[in-house]
C-alpha cells in the first residue's frame, strides 16, 4: 500500500486530493513540520527524508518519493484509467508539466512558502508585488476552460486548487480574479476536493501553522 506523509493544508494536500480521486488506498502520516517531528511515534520527519518537506510519498516497494510535481504524477501513471494525466505521448502530457512547475514555482515557492515561514520584516514586498502578475497567467488560461489541461481534472487541477485555497490566509483576495473564483468553486465542488479539504481542516486543528 502507498503511504504518503503530509501536514495539513500543506502541498500535500493536493496528493491527497489526486489519491482520492484515482481511488487508491493509502496509508496517511501525519507530519509536524515545524519540529520535523512525525506524529504517529513522534520521530524524527528527516529520518523519512533529508529535505524535511511534505509531500513524501513510500512506494509500495518501500522507494520514497519527494516533491508535489513528481508525486502527482506518479499518482496519476498509478492508476492511469481515472485519467488524472494525458498519457505519454499525447502532447497535453508536457502541458500538464508545464502547469505542475508553473504552480510549485511561481505561485508555491516564490509567494506561498515565503509569506508563511518568513517574518514579514519588509522582505515580502516583491513576492507580494509579484503574486498579481503571476496569478494573471492562470486567470486568462481559465478565461474559457473548465480545467487546466484538456478536457478533464488532472493532477494539475488538484495542484492548483490548493494553492488557490492558501492566497486567502496569505492575504490575497482571488475575488479580483473572476475566473481563478468560479474555478476554485468548480473544484471545491468535487466530492474528493470536498473531502480531503474537510479531512485535513479538522486536523489543522490540532497542528500549528506553517502550511505551505
Known amino acids: 500500500m502507498l503511504q504518503l506523509y503530509f501536514s495539513p493544508m500543506a502541498c500535500s494536500l493536493a496528493s491527497r486530493i489526486a489519491l482520492t480521486e484515482a481511488g487508491l488506498d493509502a496509508r496517511y502520516h501525519l507530519v509536524h513540520l515545524r519540529t520535523k517531528t512525525v506524529a504517529d ?30 508525486v502527482l504524477q506518479y499518482i496519476a501513471d498509478a492508476k492511469p484509467e481515472a485519467g488524472l494525466a494525458p498519457r505519454i505521448g499525447d502532447p497535453d502530457r508536457y502541458r500538464l508539466h508545464e502547469w505542475l512547475s508553473f504552480i510549485g514555482a511561481e505561485i508555491h515557492k516564490a509567494f506561498l512558502f515565503p509569506t508563511f515561514w518568513y517574518k514579514d520584516d519588509g ?5 507580494r508585488a509579484r503574486i498579481t502578475q503571476t496569478l494573471a497567467v492562470p486567470s486568462a488560461h481559465l478565461a474559457d476552460r473548465e480545467f487546466l489541461v484538456g478536457d478533464r481534472f488532472t493532477v494539475a487541477d488538484a495542484h492548483l486548487t490548493w494553492a488557490l485555497l492558501l492566497l486567502r490566509p496569505a492575504g490575497v483576495d482571488i475575488a479580483q ?10 473544484m471545491q465542488a468535487r466530492p474528493s476536493v470536498r473531502d480531503a479539504i474537510a479531512t485535513e481542516m479538522e486536523l489543522r486543528k490540532t497542528v500549528p501553522a506553517n502550511p505551505a
Open 41 to 70: 511515534d513522534d520521530s524524527d520527519f528527516r529520518g523519512v527524508s533529508p529535505k524535511g518537506a511534505v509531500p513524501v510519498l513510500v512506494l509500495e516497494n518501500g522507494d520514497r518519493l519527494t516533491e508535489s510535481a513528481a
Open 123 to 127: 522582505s515580502l514586498a516583491k513576492p
Open 177 to 186: 480574479w473572476p475566473s481563478l473564483s468560479a474555478y476554485l468553486a468548480r
